[in-house]
């Protein structure tokens, strides 16, 4: 199984066997993880495998969901960094389902802070994984989301390849399944747009464009398996609209 056909089978696993991995498969997540070229330039990201025992150590609060392993991800705190940030770590989640691992978002997380050092790098978001206790893999009409008709616009007929990754992106997964994103595809762009909440804390917004960059992940992974050349754009034209239920945030173009 690839990247690609991993979107159509995963799900959030939340119950785990507390087993060790074999060190090989735990390598080949973080070779995978740090092969991943970024959304955007000039962003430094870290990633750190804990395992559960390691876990207080670093997280202080709740933790939902119990697993063996956790990966997490620490990131420059720049322009577009939760975006960057969603977009690679739901790449590695799909790398774990396609190698028959369970994984599971942990959005509310508090890290612990460290008075000896100051973190260069701010902590974004982490998976728990580890070997699932139920089944992993659902297919992707069980899956919960919203109709296509109210995620996306089709401005005009667009080709097969564009229509697959519209399809792909509506099933990405997102914090309490909130799926903020909007898509207007008018012939070879793709814009993309972020729901506007009836809350105004800074958290849930941040969580919405790690959502946000989720879902490029599933655009541009579809757009790698079809072989399409795509560039991320931001369209001023566009970012200067006042649009009442949506804010812009970045555009597709593919060639
Ligand atoms: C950024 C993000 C944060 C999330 N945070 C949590 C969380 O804290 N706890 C949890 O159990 N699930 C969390 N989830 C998982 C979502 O609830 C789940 O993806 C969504 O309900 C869709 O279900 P599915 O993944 O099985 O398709 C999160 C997902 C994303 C993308």
Redesign the pocket.
């Known amino acids: 199984m690839n990247l690609y056909e991993a979107i159509f089978v995963?799900?959030?696993v939340?119950r785990y066997k507390m087993v060790p991995l074999d060190q090989s498969l735990l390598d080949s997540i973080l070779g995978f993880a740090q092969s991943m070229p970024m959304l955007f330039q000039d962003i430094t990201v870290n990633y750190k495998l804990l395992e559960h025992s390691d876990f207080k150590k670093y997280f202080s609060g709740a933790l939902?969901?119990k697993a063996p392993y956790y990966f997490v991800l620490y990131s420059e705190n720049k322009q577009g960094y939760q975006m960057n940030a969603?977009y690679l770590i739901?790449q590695v989640s799909l790398y774990m389902t396609a190698k028959g691992l369970g994984s599971?978002?942990?959005?509310?997380?508090k890290p612990k802070k460290n008075k000896a050092e100051k973190p260069k790098l701010d902590y974004v978001?982490t998976l728990a994984f580890g070997e699932a206790e139920h089944e992993i893999y659902?297919s992707a009409d069980k899956?919960?989301?919203l109709p296509m008709d109210d995620v996306a616009i089709f401005k005009n007929e667009v080709n097969k390849n564009i229509k697959a990754m519209v399809q792909a992106a509506r099933?990405?997964?997102?914090?309490?399944?909130s799926q903020p994103w909007r898509l207007v595809v008018y012939d070879n762009r793709i814009h993309i747009f972020c729901k506007k909440g009836i809350f105004l804390s800074d958290v849930l917004n941040e969580?919405k464009l790690?959502?946000i960059g989720?879902c490029l992940a599933h655009l541009l992974v579809t757009a790698e398996e079809l072989w399409v050349d795509v560039k991320t754009v931001h369209l001023d034209n566009i970012s200067n609209i006042s649009f009442k239920k949506n804010d812009y945030v970045i555009s597709l173009k593919m060639y």
């Not at 599971?104 to 997380?109: I, T």
């Not at 099933?171 to 399944?177: H, K, V």
């Open positions: 995963r799900k959030t939340r939902t969901t969603g739901q599971c978002y942990l959005g509310m997380l978001i659902r899956a919960k989301r099933l990405s997964p997102s914090s309490m399944n969580v790690i959502d989720v």
